[in-house]
């Protein structure tokens, strides 16, 4: 990912240059903007004004949702060191993050383990469906490196399950003292306990996604899947 001297977010936005490095990225310090966590391109301004200016105006934005979840470290947990198996979690989300920023979605929140992405808002981006699909075959591609790095290539049992949807939501606020935005509604639900369905290693994705991807996967697996709060079932496709 290149790193750009003004925030992506206020500049793509508002034509505001907010410097988030180089010279004059001190003087917004001051103001107390800085880089944000959900993307080291956009700024801490960018996470309480969109929260904001979307709440009030209730617009839907089309957005493509990627739930990611760490699967099977409680069981490593007596088997490795605590250290250790911290130091394992913080590289999966290091990894996970890199992936996601590097096509432009942002890392939303962590929930649990679980890790919200979202693509398209407040980057924009006409490919943003193609964007959290590649992201999400190189996260399943690092965690695999990452497990032989630490010599648990073997362990089925350790893995990422992914879930993605594609469709309009809401954004609206996290947090109480200092309000971020996030991503709100059916879409965020759908993906969330489609991630619950996704095996380990696997990467399941809605009709509306496998739509837009399916030359690319012409393997992919079929599910017809009963979820959680939803009424009707739902068809999943595992990408392979
Ligand atoms: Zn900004």
Not at 119 to 132: G, K, T, Y
Not at 223 to 234: A, D, F, M, W, Y
Request: glycine content about 8%; aromatic content about 8%; hydrophobic content about 40%.
């Amino acid at each position: 990912m290149k790193e750009t001297i003004l925030c992506q977010g206020c500049w793509e936005h508002m034509h505001m240059p907010t410097a988030i490095r180089g010279p004059l990225a001190f003087l917004f310090k001051t103001f107390g903007i800085k880089k944000s966590k959900m993307h080291p391109n956009m700024c801490t301004f960018c996470e309480t004004n969109f929260a904001k200016i979307m709440k009030h105006k209730q617009i839907p934005v089309p957005t493509t949702i990627l739930f990611a979840d760490i699967r099977g470290y409680t069981d490593l947990s007596q088997q490795i060191e605590a250290s250790k198996l911290n130091e394992l979690l913080h590289l999966f989300y290091d990894r996970c993050s890199a992936a996601v920023w590097e096509r432009d979605g942002v890392v939303n929140k962590f929930i649990g383990d679980a890790v919200l992405a979202i693509f398209n808002f407040p980057l924009i981006r006409q490919e943003h469906v193609h964007n959290a699909v590649r992201a999400a075959v190189q996260l399943q591609q690092d965690c695999e490196h990452l497990k032989a790095e630490i010599g648990l290539a073997d362990l089925h049992t350790l893995g990422v399950g992914i879930g993605i949807h594609t469709g309009e939501c809401y954004i609206g606020e996290v947090g109480t003292t200092y309000k971020d935005f996030t991503a709100i509604g059916p879409v965020v639900n759908l993906t969330s306990r489609l991630q619950g369905a996704a095996g380990i290693g696997e990467i399941m994705v809605t009709q509306e996604v496998f739509n837009q991807v399916k030359d690319q996967f012409p393997d992919a697996q079929k599910r017809t899947l009963t979820l959680k709060g939803i009424t009707s079932p739902v068809d999943g496709y595992v990408l392979a």
